[in-house]
């Protein structure tokens, strides 16, 4: 058996799509790796006459038909913002008295109709969306440093705030914000509270419920796959990165019995058809253009007069596209041609 090659690099990777992230589409491949799984993968020629063949040690099947060797794997393909159950969820909310909020008791109605329709489709693979305890709580919990003695800078507490959730936004995906672009007189108020970037976010967690075979349920065995985000501007960032041609990204548990782990993301999003691409791009050209009026609008196109008596005065400009460049690095040199009838 050749040697397993691991992705050590579990640092995020970050994309931009135009393409609503609706259509996102991910495999999540999980597999427990043991002493027991690579003794079953041993050549039978180096079975000799004093072993005893594996199969008189494999466990025998439960009475619910499932052995124990299908919960050590699973395959699953999850969208965007898609619920997945984890079997602690299914445990507390069969309970009507630990429901607190509406998303609570909506969570119970889907579970319930879960268990009646034969049960959820998956074992350990679970998510956390974007409306759940855990994504608020994993956010403004993150530390920065691994100092024991931290203590949370202005910057740190201002950025655990930055998220904003977009729950009555989700039917805006690709239009355009009817808000103010250019502020031209900002309060000290307005300054200090948009010094800090705070583009609306949606965050998503894929997890996975490592505990021993009947005891899953427990807070202490879920481990955090891969964690997504999603801002307005169409950047996704992914953490770790899609496997695609690495190898596999392990996890080792803690406790009496240390058990390796391995697991697989990968991009599976459908892709479009040509017509779908080409008219997508006829209507983002004449969306851009209805933009670039409406901030035309914004600002205006008349020469603002300095007031009488000025000696200095600064223009900016903005190069908003350059085509048609052998090179990158460009710059733009210019020149003021003052009128000649000047005071």
């Known amino acids: 058996m ?5 992705s050590t690099d579990t ?17 999540v491949h999980l597999q427990r790796i043991t002493s027991s799984n690579f003794l079953h993968y041993q050549p039978a020629a180096e079975l000799g006459k004093d072993l005893i063949d594996l199969a008189t040690f494999r466990p025998q099947p439960t009475a619910s038909g499932h052995r124990p060797e299908e919960d050590e794997e699973e395959e699953i393909v999850i969208g965007w913002q898609e619920k997945l159950f984890s079997q602690f969820e299914v445990d507390l909310y069969q309970n009507e008295t630990a429901c607190q909020s509406p998303l609570d008791y909506q969570y119970r109605q889907e579970i319930l109709k879960l268990e009646n329709s034969g049960g959820k489709k998956n074992r350990r693979i679970f ?5 759940d305890r855990y994504t608020n709580l ?6 920065m440093t691994t100092a024991a003695s931290e203590v949370p800078s202005f910057l740190v507490e201002r950025m655990a705030n930055v998220r904003r959730r977009r729950q009555d936004r989700r039917g805006m995906e690709g239009g355009i914000l009817k808000s103010r672009i250019v502020t031209w007189e900002p309060s000290e108020e307005f300054v200090r509270n948009n010094h800090v970037i705070n583009t609306p976010l949606q965050t998503m967690h894929i997890m996975a419920d490592l505990g021993p075979y009947k005891k899953l349920g427990y807070k202490k065995y879920e481990h955090v796959l891969c964690t997504l985000k ?19 990204y392990r996890i080792e548990t803690e406790g009496e019995k240390q058990e390796l782990w391995k697991y697989t993301i990968d991009n599976v999003s459908p892709h479009a058809q040509p017509e779908e691409e080409e008219r997508e791009r006829r209507v983002f050209k004449d969306l851009y253009g209805r933009h670039k009026e409406y901030l035309s609008s914004l600002v205006g196109t008349d020469f603002e007069m300095t007031v009488p008596g000025a000696l200095r005065l600064f223009v900016n400009g903005e190069v908003v596209s350059a085509q048609g460049y052998e090179y990158d690095n460009l710059y733009v040199h210019f020149f003021v041609e003052l009128p000649t009838a000047r005071a």
Do not use: M
């Not at 050749?2 to 691991?6: F, K, L």
């Not at 994993?138 to 530390?143: F, Y």
């Not at 999603?230 to 596999?248: A, E, M, R, W, Y």
């Open 127 to 131: 998510t956390y969306t974007d409306s």
């Open 11 to 27: 640092g995020e990777a970050v994309y931009r799509s135009r393409d609503p992230v609706r259509n996102l589409r991910l495999r």
């Open 230 to 248: 999603v801002d307005s501007n169409g950047v996704i960032t992914v953490k770790p990165d899609f496997t695609g041609l690495k190898g596999p």
């Open 138 to 143: 994993e956010e403004h919990c993150q530390r």
């Open 2 to 6: 050749a040697e397993t090659v691991w």
